[in-house]
T-cell receptor, first 113, second 110 residues
């Protein structure tokens, strides 16, 4: 069963901490994405990557960075967590071939206190 | 970026009834996709319709696309309690990036 695995379902961190959210996919997908989901705002794209060592800013990259050292792994980094980064974080991947849907992970609910 | 907008935002129906949701978007697209999200979980891909297609079926799901009106509809026939979820439309404009709408909450009452 193909899947995208996010390392944590729930995470509580303190303001100012450096936070790593990990995402691993086993489908050999080229494209990987990080979204955050907030009530009333839907899903907003933070960063995405089309290949190893490549990264592109999405719509709300401020306060975040990413790393893609291996094809299967895409990490989201909060350099200095703040309370307004409390959110549900969703990782997704898809094949470079057009017209395929995304496969999402189960999400990480991050609370910054 | 492009964005789907679903209408209505919340829908409550009896089990066995049909549920219809609509989505509008603003710019040209390569395809439009629908996803389901159960409470607190990740999104699950339901169906993809290409810009040159007008209708597509998958099981109890029927999706239509009207590119002249920049709108799509998702019909779930003979709804079940397990269909209770949020439904999102998303548009893809040619760069593998999806822009999501804010979602439709559907509650199916047993």
């Amino acid at each position: 069963d193909v899947k995208v695995t996010q390392s944590s379902r729930y995470l509580v961190k303190r303001t100012g901490e450096k936070v790593f959210l990990e995402c691993v996919q086993d489908m050999d997908h080229e494209n990987m994405f990080w979204y955050r989901q907030d009530p009333g705002l839907g899903l907003r794209l933070i960063y995405f990557s089309y290949d190893v060592k490549m990264k592109e800013k999405g719509d709300i990259p401020e306060g975040y960075s990413v790393s893609r050292e291996k094809k299967e792994r895409f990490s989201l980094i909060l350099e200095s967590a703040s309370t307004n980064q409390t959110s549900m974080y969703l990782c997704a991947s898809t094949s470079r071939a057009a017209n395929y849907g995304y496969t999402f992970g189960s999400g990480t609910r991050l609370t910054v206190v | 970026s492009q964005q789907g907008e679903e209408d209505p935002q919340a829908l409550s129906i009896q089990e066995g009834e049909n549920a219809t949701m609509n989505c509008s978007y603003k710019t040209s697209i390569n395809n439009l996709q629908w996803y389901r999200q159960n409470s607190g979980r990740g999104l699950v891909h339901l169906i993809l319709i290409r810009s040159n297609e007008r209708e597509k079926h998958s099981g109890r799901l029927r999706v239509t696309l009207d590119t002249s009106k920049k709108s799509s509809s998702l019909l779930i026939t003979a709804s079940r309690a397990a269909d209770t979820a949020s439904y999102f439309c998303a548009t893809e404009g040619g760069n593998n990036r999806l822009a999501f709408g804010k979602g439709n909450q559907v509650v199916v009452i047993p």
